[in-house]
């Protein structure tokens, strides 16, 4: 009886032995989280929340089918130190996917869904429009439609439109960002830009409004060749709004007939505009262009000078010549008639 027993507590105990090693398997998924193998097929878009925590972030990849679980990114990217830094954004994933493959792909740059846009110093509000629809794939009629919001936009208490407030520079666009959000993020842009200036009390300094600052500044910015003319320029207008002298500019003239060229005739500067300065004395009413940092930073602190006028006599080569003698201003004229003679 006992040998037999003994042998039937060995079998008992072989069986036990033989289930905790099938209880192991059957437990496994609840002890290490469900993962797929492999690099995924097909292909889904995902969106990363700004501000996601790696687990919301692995909770939307779970629900898209990316991958197997959320418990097994989350493992992956806190064993590799990349839970905290995941960026936000719109990105093409595949389904079925590892964890460890759909880290890989997130932390790679060429699946990001953005566009990247570059808007120049020195466009007018329709060419920046035009700029923001070729770029982005908007609409320009919406682009168009959203710069007449004016209280959407955020502009500065002191703006009277988007013109010259749009600021230039470089903007990733993520494939929800509506035209509104778009201009609007600029129009924030240039509010940085305006308060690491301290554009307003600065304007104030020199008996300017803050539009009138920029205005100043869209000036320079569509008149300058070269960065270090920028100053300069803002000195001689200046010099002449003391001086009750008419600022007779070419740029604006231009944008009030909504051209561009380097042909400007003595029937151009007789156009009916707030803007024509030939006409007009002081500033016009507003921006011709929008101004960058630069431009914005030389109407606020501009070169010291008599200069009363200046000339771009080579265009080209963006060679600009200041001075306080008319004879000069007159040959400097000279110049540039015989550049736009020969090209």
């Known amino acids: 009886m006992s040998g037999r027993r003994l042998t039937w507590l060995l079998a008992c105990g072989a069986g036990a032995a033989l289930?905790?090693?099938?209880?192991?398997?059957?437990?496994?998924?609840?002890?290490?989280?469900?993962?797929f193998e492999g690099p995924g097929a097909g292909a889904v878009t995902v969106r990363i929340a700004q501000g996601a925590s790696a687990g919301e972030i692995a909770a939307t990849l779970a629900d898209a089918g990316v991958v197997a679980s959320a418990g097994s990114f989350v493992a992956v990217a806190e064993e590799r130190g990349k839970a905290g830094s995941l960026f936000p954004g719109h990105y093409r994933m595949r389904k079925g996917m590892?964890?460890?493959s759909a880290l890989d792909l997130l932390t790679e740059p060429r699946s990001r869904m953005v566009r990247r846009?570059?808007?120049?110093?020195?466009?007018?509000?329709?060419?920046?429009?035009d700029?923001?629809?070729e770029g982005t794939g908007m609409r320009r009629a919406e682009l168009a439609g959203a710069a007449r919001n004016l209280r959407a936009l955020g502009l500065p208490g002191y703006a009277r439109g988007p013109e010259g407030f749009l600021f230039p520079a470089t903007y990733e666009v993520e494939p929800d960002t509506t035209p509104t959000e778009l201009l609007g993020a600029m129009v924030e842009r240039f509010k940085d830009a305006a308060a690491?200036?301290?554009?307003?009390?600065?304007?104030?300094?020199r008996d300017l409004t803050p539009l009138e600052a920029v205005t100043v500044a869209s000036i320079v910015q569509a008149e300058g060749g070269r960065y270090s003319d920028y100053p300069k320029i803002a000195?001689?207008?200046y010099n002449r709004i003391k001086a009750g002298s008419p600022l007779q500019l070419d740029t604006t003239v231009l944008y009030a007939q909504r051209r561009r060229s380097l042909m400007v005739s003595e029937k151009d500067t007789t156009v009916r505009s707030p803007y024509n300065t030939y006409l007009r004395p002081g500033l016009p009413p507003g921006p011709v262009a929008s101004p960058?940092?630069?431009?914005l930073r030389a109407a606020l602190r501009p070169g010291r000078g008599r200069w009363f006028w200046f000339v771009t006599t080579d265009p080209a080569h963006r060679i600009t010549k200041f001075?306080?003698?008319e004879s000069e201003f007159v040959r400097y004229r000279e110049q540039l008639n015989r550049y736009l003679g020969t090209h």
């Open 19 to 35: 289930l905790g090693a099938g209880g192991y398997v059957l437990a496994r998924p609840y002890l290490t989280p469900a993962d």
């Open 98 to 100: 590892s964890a460890a």
């Open 117 to 129: 846009v570059v808007v120049p110093e020195g466009l007018r509000l329709p060419e920046l429009l």
């Open 131 to 133: 700029r923001l629809a």
């Open 196 to 205: 690491d200036l301290n554009l307003e009390r600065r304007a104030a300094r």
């Open 235 to 237: 000195r001689v207008i």
């Open 292 to 295: 960058g940092e630069k431009a």
């Open 323 to 325: 001075t306080d003698k």
